[in-house]
């Protein structure tokens, strides 16, 4: 009893944060005057105080998280929390199902960027502001900001920090402490993100759109405040910021906290995840610009670099914004695109997928057991950046993968069973499950996730949620090893 009721304890501060979230877009839409001031003020009310009556029915219990509470958590918070979060989109737009306010919500939260709203210009400000909201507060991760305030209520961070990171996480000179970690990260997320705000004016947005698209560009989220995305600006400068700043959110952000203090931008460089990622991505924008050259798809190859290059990078980072339908591009720039989205994203960032380390990582052990095949008797550890990566580490990246990949395999296959045309089924699934919006024909850049069934919007939901918590920490909790002292 008292494991489940330290979980609605920690859920009800969560939720209380929400309705915090939520206070200040009711104080947009009250300046603005936009008619959504009814909407946030129910909604408002409704999660705060239910946050309020689950954290004080539960405050005098033990607050030691254990590691399978912390899973759980993880996994109630990315499930549960945007019901919580639907609700400003269902009083304000009573024709919308619920099951379509939770793909949006989830989508927010998930920094997936895919939509099933139209009309988003003609949205009031306050609802645009509570989509691009979502997508900044879940950048970093929910649990990792709720890591730096736990310790301070007496609430144990630690497990929380493991469950929402498993796998390969890099060691670097952060603050020693999980909470300090935390609150470092968050630092250089701010304030990057005041950098990409203040960029954005400079180059020709207004103010409210900087904001949002600041706000979606450094998490990664994709979501834009018009129907036409970025191709709405139709700006070589806002693209060019956009692509800067979408590159720095998909690299590790504890590179970006060692270079901000050390001063030291040759910390990029002795990173060799953020050094590959950047080379696969920008050698991928120089081909595919070639490609659309050659195919007559753009007249001149500077027209091709600066369509294939910000596209590109978008969907390679898991952003999701569109400047152009490129589901009209030969095929193969826009699958090479899907499988870039996959690999690229660097862990510690705000994107998703595999992660750029795990590929260098397996990419490397092939490598040796190539060698091996050669000189059977061969011991030869494996190594990134000079320093030794333990087997466990490489047994978890190889199990992680094998699970990704028959997870995608599954969902492809369910919404194939709904009737669903292929192409759709993969992109969708491909798209939903790394993160990164738009897939393509059905849910292309020109359209969204509107014309989906119940049950596919479903499936993608659960692919959207799968791919953000990095598949462990939802599926662990039906092993039943997991649960055993």
């Not at 705060?48 to 399978?68: C, D, E, H, N, Y």
């Not at 700043?245 to 953020?274: G, P, S, V």
């Amino acid at each position: 009893m008292q494991f489940i009721l330290v979980i609605i304890h920690i859920f009800g501060l969560f939720t209380i944060g929400f309705g915090g979230l939520m206070a200040t877009c009711l104080l947009a839409s009250v300046i603005s005057q936009d008619g959504a001031v009814t909407a946030f003020y129910q909604s408002t009310a409704i999660t705060t105080l239910t946050g309020l009556l689950m954290f004080f029915a539960t405050w005098r219990i033990p607050k030691k998280v254990s590691q399978q509470a912390g899973f759980l958590l993880v996994s109630i918070t990315w499930t549960l929390m945007p019901v919580f979060c639907t609700l400003p989109l269902l009083i304000y737009l009573p024709e919308l199902s619920f099951i379509d306010a939770y793909f949006e919500t989830v989508s927010g939260l998930t920094t997936t960027g895919a939509t099933v709203l139209t009309g988003l210009d003609n949205l009031p400000v306050s609802i645009n502001l509570w989509r691009h909201e979502l997508n900044w507060i879940a950048g970093m991760g929910i649990i990792i900001f709720a890591v730096a305030i736990l310790p301070m209520l007496g609430i144990g961070g630690m497990q929380l920090f493991k469950a929402e990171t498993p796998g390969t996480v890099k060691e670097s000179d952060l603050p020693p402490r999980i909470a300090q970690t935390a609150k470092a990260l968050w630092l250089v997320y701010a304030g990057i993100t005041a950098a990409c705000i203040l960029s954005l004016k400079l180059a020709g947005m207004s103010w409210f759109d900087a904001l949002c698209h600041a706000f979606s560009a450094m998490s990664l989220g994709g979501f834009s405040t018009h129907d036409s995305s970025v191709g709405f600006f139709n700006s070589l400068s806002i693209e060019l910021v956009l692509s800067l700043f979408q590159l720095l959110a998909a690299i590790n952000f504890a590179t970006h906290f060692i270079a901000l203090k050390k001063r030291d931008i040759t910390a990029y460089i002795r990173d060799r995840e953020a050094m590959a990622f950047l080379i696969l991505v920008l050698g991928s924008s120089l081909m595919a610009a070639a490609v659309l050259w050659h195919k007559g798809t753009y007249p001149d190859f500077p027209v091709a670099l600066r369509h294939a290059s910000f596209n590109l990078i978008t969907i390679a980072t898991d952003c999701g914004y569109a400047s152009q339908d490129f589901n009209q591009w030969p095929i193969f720039v826009p699958m090479w695109m899907l499988f870039l989205s996959c690999i690229s994203a660097s862990s510690g960032s705000t994107g998703g997928g595999i992660r750029m380390i795990r590929t260098i990582i397996l990419v490397k052990q092939s490598h040796i057991e190539l060698y091996k095949f050669i000189h059977p008797n061969l011991v030869k550890p494996l190594k990134i950046g000079g320093q030794i990566v333990s087997s466990n580490i490489v047994t978890s990246v190889t199990g992680f993968i094998f699970l990704y990949f028959i997870c995608i395999v599954i969902l492809v296959f369910l919404l194939l069973l709904s009737g669903m045309e292929f192409t759709t089924a993969l992109s969708a699934v491909i798209a939903c499950f790394n993160n990164a919006g738009p897939g393509l024909n059905e849910v292309g850049p020109a359209s969204n996730y509107a014309s989906l069934t119940d049950f596919q919007t479903a499936v993608c939901c659960l692919t959207m949620i799968l791919g953000r918590v990095q598949i462990f920490s939802l599926i662990i909790l039906f092993v039943p090893e997991f649960w055993r002292k």
